[in-house]
Nanobody
């Protein structure tokens, strides 16, 4: 069965860094765009970043620009989200997702991971 598994979340102090990973299990994901979204308690799911299947195109939400970097290693079936200069408002559950094309709308992604919690302490 195909599924996505996120890891790398945790508790970090403000200003710190974390790197999230998302592994596709069950098949290769090299032909799919990958996205990262997040959802904080009481808030809607928010687009964070996306990367094309080749890795040559990336797209960031306003909250991620200049601080987060999305990347992928197709040989390892893994996508990454490097998060630097973390702020308390970055606290959320982070989800990776797989889609047919690059985009910021959650509806464009049809396979989702279970999420990983990121907590940034002030």
């Amino acid at each position: 069965q195909v599924h996505l598994v996120e890891s790398g979340g945790g508790l970090v102090q403000a200003g710190g860094s974390l790197r999230l990973s998302c592994v596709a299990v069950g098949r290769t994901f090299s032909t799919y765009a990958m996205g990262w979204f997040r959802q904080a308690p009481g808030k809607e799911r928010e687009f964070v970043a996306a990367i094309s299947w080749s890795g040559t195109s990336t797209y960031y939400g306003d909250s991620a620009k200049g601080r987060f970097t999305i990347s992928r290693d197709n040989a390892r079936n893994t996508a990454y989200l490097q998060m630097n200069s973390l702020k308390p408002e970055d606290t959320a559950v982070y989800y990776c997702a797989e889609g047919a094309g690059l985009g910021y709308l959650a509806q464009n992604y049809n396979l989702w991971g279970q999420g990983t919690q990121v907590t940034v302490a002030s």
